[in-house]
């Protein structure tokens, strides 16, 4: 079951992004990971995919996660959801992503997918690492700017 307070904050996070009130109509929870809870949201303005833990127990992940979703968007080479936004809630931290629906891939799927993965992995930059360390599961990756 999904936390109230989570709820409340979701559903604001959306009303301030939309411009009017949403209110989650249903949620639903759905697999996946171990360190986070997964679910459905289903809203009058559509669906999302919420996925939120413990806000202490990992400082700034979603945070982290975010921020590399955008570094991965912006290579224009593989679709991913967009980030409707992170944040926190009393003890919880949370990340909103827009809801892709499941489906049965068609016969050129795998072909298209090594594709854009290859495209993605194409591109370079002066240095291995990030501005920041992130994380890999529950443990903290550290980011080094070498050459």
Avoid at 33 to 60: D, Q, V, W
Avoid at 83 to 105: D, H, Q, R, T
């Amino acid at each position: 079951m999904l936390p109230d307070e989570l709820k409340k904050a979701v559903e604001s996070m959306l009303s301030s992004k939309i411009g009017s009130h949403v209110k989650i109509t249903d949620s639903k929870a759905i697999g996946g990971g171990c360190i986070n809870e997964a679910f459905a949201l289903k809203t009058a303005t559509g669906k999302y995919f919420l996925k939120y833990n413990s806000a202490t127990a990992f400082p700034a992940m979603f945070v982290k996660e975010a921020a590399g979703l955008k570094i991965l968007t912006d290579t224009n080479t593989i679709t991913l959801p967009n980030v409707i936004g992170n944040g926190e809630s009393g003890k919880y931290a949370f990340l909103l992503l827009e809801y892709f629906e499941g489906g049965v891939p068609d016969r050129n799927f795998w072909v298209d997918f090594g594709t854009k993965l290859a495209n993605l992995h194409r591109n370079t930059n002066e240095y291995f690492g990030l501005n920041d360390d992130n994380y890999i599961g529950s443990l903290v990756q550290g980011n080094k700017e070498t050459c």
